[in-house]
C-alpha cells in the first residue's frame, strides 16, 4: 500500500480451500481443567477443555447423545438455520494468545461452515467444519486467537442454514508459542526516521522501550525494509538501508529487503523509472536490475547482514519501470526479463536469499499475472499479495487466493502488506486515506477492532495455507511531525496512514495486537 493509491472494494467468488480437519484420538477423560501438553517447539502450555453439553458453555439447539465417540455426557446438536450457534465462556490467567480446538463430527457429507467470535469480535468468518464421513467420526478445527484476562466470550455460529456439525468440546490451550518457519512481519520503513526525530514508543503498560523490541514481544520475528534509489529525503536509501539492517539484525529479527527500482513510490498506479535510469531502453534496464540489486544484497552481505529474503518489484500488478517494463495487451516479455535480472543477482550474491515476487492482485488477476511470468521463465521462491479489506474484497475470497496460488506454482505464499485502522482520528494536516468508522464488515475503526481484523486475516491466511503475514508500517504513528510520506517533502507532507499504525497518537502500543504464532 502507498500514499494515494485508489482502489475499489470487488466483490470476490472465493476459490475451494483446502480443509484442514484431522480425525481425533479416542476421547479424554478431563473435564472442565488443566492439563499439560507438549507443543511442537518442545514448550509446555495450559489447556482446558470446555464441554459443549455443560455450563457456562450454552448450546442452541438440542443436547444429544445419540451419536457415539464424543467426551463427557453428549454434544451440542445445534439448529438447521443460519445464526445457529453455542457459545463457551473461557477463562484465560493472563491476555495473550491462545489455540481454540473444535471437536466436532459432520457426517452430512456437505461443509457446515461457521464463523468464530472472540468477545463480539470475529476472529475468523466462514471457518471451515468439513464432513467427517459419519456422524460418528469426529475431528478437530484449530484457530489462534487473542484472549483478554479473565472470562472471554467464545461463539460458534453457523453461517448456512444447514446449521453447525455436532460440537463435542472446545479446547482452549494457552501459551505464546512461536514458530519461526512462519514470517510473522512488519514493514518499518519509516522507523528509522522517526528515531532520528526522536519519536517516543511505549509498552502497553505505558513503559518507553525500543520499538523493534515492543513489536517483538507482540510476536514479530521479520522486518521488512524498502529501498529507493536515490529518493530527495535521503531516507530509504541504501546508506540508510545499510545501517537500519545492522539494527534489525541485531535484534535477533530477520530481514526482507523491499526493491521498489524507483526515487519514490512503486505501486499497481505508478512504477516510475529511477532519474538515473530514465532514458535507458529495456536492454541496459535489464542490466540496472541486475547491477542494483547484486550491489545492495552484496553490501548487506559484507557487513554480516545478508537478507533472508529479496522482493524484486513492488506491486508489480502490470509491470515496473514504465513504459519499458510495463505489461501490455497481457504481453510479459520485458517484465520476465527484468525479474529473472533481479532474481539471478540476488541468487549470485547468496544462494539462500529467497527471492519474492509481489503483486497486490487478490480481488482479480493473480494467475494472469503469476502464470504470465511464468510463461517467460521466471524463478521465484515466494509468492506474495497484498490484502487491505477495505479494498481487496472478503477474506474468504483471500483464502481462495492463497490456496490456489500454492497449490498452483508450488511456492510458499505471505501477505506482504495488510493493516486496518484503530481509529477514525486524524492527528496531523494530511487527511487520512482510510475514515470509515467500520471499513470492513465486522470490524470497527477501534483498537479492538483493529486487533480482532488483523487476526482474523491471519488465521484466514494460515488456515488457507499462506506462510506468513506482514503489517504495513505499523509504527508510522504522528506524535512527532517530519515523518511525511513524500520523499520530495518529508517535512511538511504529512502522514495519512496514521491512524492504521498498531501505535496509538501517545506512542503507545495497542494493547491486544499479536503475531500469532
Known amino acids: 500500500m502507498k500514499h494515494g493509491k485508489v482502489a475499489a472494494v470487488l466483490t470476490v467468488t472465493a476459490l475451494s480451500t483446502a480443509l484442514l480437519t484431522a480425525p481425533a484420538g479416542a476421547a479424554s477423560s478431563l473435564t472442565g481443567r488443566d492439563a499439560e501438553v507438549s507443543t511442537p517447539s518442545s514448550a509446555v502450555a495450559a489447556t482446558s477443555r470446555y464441554e459443549a453439553e455443560s455450563a457456562p458453555a450454552v448450546c442452541s439447539g438440542a443436547v444429544a447423545s445419540n451419536h ?17 450457534a453455542v457459545t463457551f465462556t473461557v477463562n484465560a490467567a493472563a491476555a495473550g494468545t491462545a489455540t481454540l480446538a473444535f471437536r466436532y463430527a459432520n457426517g452430512s457429507g456437505a461443509n457446515r461452515p461457521g464463523d468464530v467470535s472472540v468477545n463480539g469480535s470475529v476472529a475468523q468468518a466462514g471457518m471451515a467444519f468439513a464432513a467427517t464421513a459419519s456422524w460418528t467420526t469426529w475431528a478437530t478445527r484449530t484457530l489462534t486467537v487473542q484472549l483478554n484476562a479473565g472470562a472471554n466470550t467464545v461463539r460458534l455460529a453457523a453461517t448456512t442454514a444447514g446449521g453447525l456439525g455436532n460440537i463435542d468440546y472446545l479446547e482452549v490451550t494457552t501459551g505464546d508459542v512461536g514458530n519461526d518457519t512462519i514470517m510473522r512481519g512488519a514493514d518499518v520503513s519509516t522507523l528509522q526516521r522517526a528515531g532520528d526525530l526522536g519519536t517516543k514508543y511505549y509498552y502497553a503498560n505505558g513503559t518507553q522501550g525500543d520499538a523493534l523490541d515492543i513489536l517483538k514481544s507482540a510476536g514479530v520475528n521479520y522486518v521488512r525494509l524498502r529501498i529507493w534509489n536515490n529518493p530527495r529525503s535521503g531516507y530509504n536509501n541504501k546508506a540508510k538501508v545499510l545501517e537500519y539492517a545492522r539494527t534489525v539484525k541485531a535484534k535477533g ?30 536492454g541496459q534496464l535489464q542490466t540496472d536490475v541486475y547491477n542494483y540489486t547484486y550491489d545492495v544484497c552484496n553490501s548487506l552481505k559484507a ?26 495487451n497481457s504481453n510479459f516479455t520485458n517484465l520476465g526479463l527484468l525479474l529473472k535480472a533481479g532474481y539471478n543477482a540476488t541468487k549470485a550474491c547468496n544462494s539462500g536469499t529467497q527471492v519474492v515476487i509481489h503483486t497486490a492482485r487478490v480481488e482479480s488477476g ?25 479494498w481487496h474484497g472478503s477474506m474468504s475470497g483471500m483464502a481462495g487466493v492463497v490456496s490456489d496460488m500454492k497449490s498452483r506454482y508450488g511456492k510458499p505464499v505471505i501477505l506482504a502488506e495488510t493493516a486496518y485502522p484503530f481509529t477514525t482520528a486524524n492527528y ?16 470497527s475503526a477501534t483498537p479492538s477492532g483493529q486487533q480482532a481484523n488483523f487476526a482474523a486475516v491471519q488465521n484466514t491466511s494460515r488456515n488457507a495455507g499462506a506462510s506468513g503475514v506482514f503489517y504495513w508500517e505499523p509504527t508510522w504513528h504522528a ?5 511525511g510520506w513524500d520523499p520530495a517533502d518529508i517535512n511538511n507532507s504529512g ?5 492504521q499504525a ?15 504464532p
Open 68 to 84: 457415539s465417540g464424543y467426551s463427557g455426557s453428549g454434544f451440542c446438536d445445534t439448529s438447521n438455520a443460519v445464526g445457529s
Open 253 to 282: 529479527l530477520k530481514l526482507m529487503i523491499d526493491f521498489h527500482y524507483s526515487d519514490t513510490w512503486a505501486d499497481p498506479g505508478k512504477q516510475y523509472k529511477p532519474a538515473a535510469w530514465a532514458n535507458h531502453g529495456i
Open 303 to 328: 557487513q554480516g547482514t545478508t537478507p533472508d529474503s529479496v522482493q524484486i518489484g513492488n506491486e508489480i500488478n502490470t509491470g515496473m519501470l514504465w513504459p519499458e517494463g510495463a505489461v501490455n
Open 366 to 390: 493473480a494467475r494472469w499475472f503469476y502464470d504470465g511470468i511464468r510463461s517467460q521463465g521466471v524463478q521465484w521462491d515466494v509468492t506474495a499479495l497484498s490484502y487491505y479489506c477495505y
Open 428 to 443: 496531523d494536516h494530511a487527511g487520512n486515506i482510510i475514515t470509515s468508522s467500520q471499513p470492513c464488515a465486522g470490524h
Open 479 to 483: 506524535a512527532v511531525p517530519g515523518n
Open 495 to 499: 502522514n495519512a496512514w496514521e491512524n
Open 502 to 516: 498498531v501505535f496509538d497518537r501517545t506512542g503507545r502500543i495497542n494493547p491486544n495486537i499479536r503475531w500469532l
